[in-house]
């Protein structure tokens, strides 16, 4: 991979995405939700891996993933009008075959083109195959990490200012009223993701966004987060009880456990 390949790549996604905005404001504001959204990626996995001491060559591989990892999402809204995977199709399996149907990575090696479809297909799953190359795992804990560092920032830019703009898009389609799940809230005070299946209300798929601090994977991650203050914003958007605020404990205080160095130097042994 080299400057010149990722140019052109950058070009071609720019082109493409152009190609899905309408005469319809609310419609364009959701295909300019996604590709915000991937422009913030890629400024965040550059982030992350300046800090893990990256090469410049895995720094673009790196880049080119953020780049392409939600293309999918683009012909979802167009086709679904939704960005709710089982109500549609997955995402990321969809966005490479985007990605094979206009034969985009050509300019890769096969190598590079074998990392960069594995992150993608690997960035939206529950949990990463153990049996995977060490090398792709890297990259796909780094796109994850990368990913939910933007989309913490989206929702809570959203929920700041909801009340302005709702988009029910954004929200899923789930009711916002005070209550909120007890699994969701077993599966933070177990150090768990929380299954998407427990959601029923907003409240749920913020404490869900919330438990994604237990799938974050390098420390500079964790640092972001506690530094922005991620999980305190969500946090005060949702009900004042008790036993939130119990969980939300549990949870900063692991954020905080996992903030000094944890796995920068794995990346070398690869």
Known sequence: MNTDKLDKLRKWFADYVAAYYTD????????????KHTERVCREIIMLGRALG???????LAETM???HDIGRFPQYATYGTFKD?????HAKLGLRELTKHNTLSVCSDVEQTLIT???GYHNVRTLPEDEDERCLFFARLLRDADKLDIWKVVIDYYDHRDEQPNSTIELGLPNNQAYSPAILNALRDHRIADLKDMTTLNDFKLLQISW???VNFSPTFRAVNERRYMEKIAA???LTAEIGETLEIVQAYA???EPPLMETDYWSI
């Open 118 to 120: 594995k992150a993608i």
């Open 237 to 239: 958007t949702l009900p």
């Open 24 to 35: 319809d404001p609310i419609y364009n504001r959701n295909i300019n939700l996604k590709e």
């Open 213 to 215: 601090i237990f799938d």
């Open 66 to 68: 953020a780049l392409f």
């Open 256 to 258: 905080k456990e996992h």
């Open 86 to 90: 089982s109500s549609s199709e997955n």
């Open 54 to 60: 990256l090469s410049q060559e895995d720094m673009l």
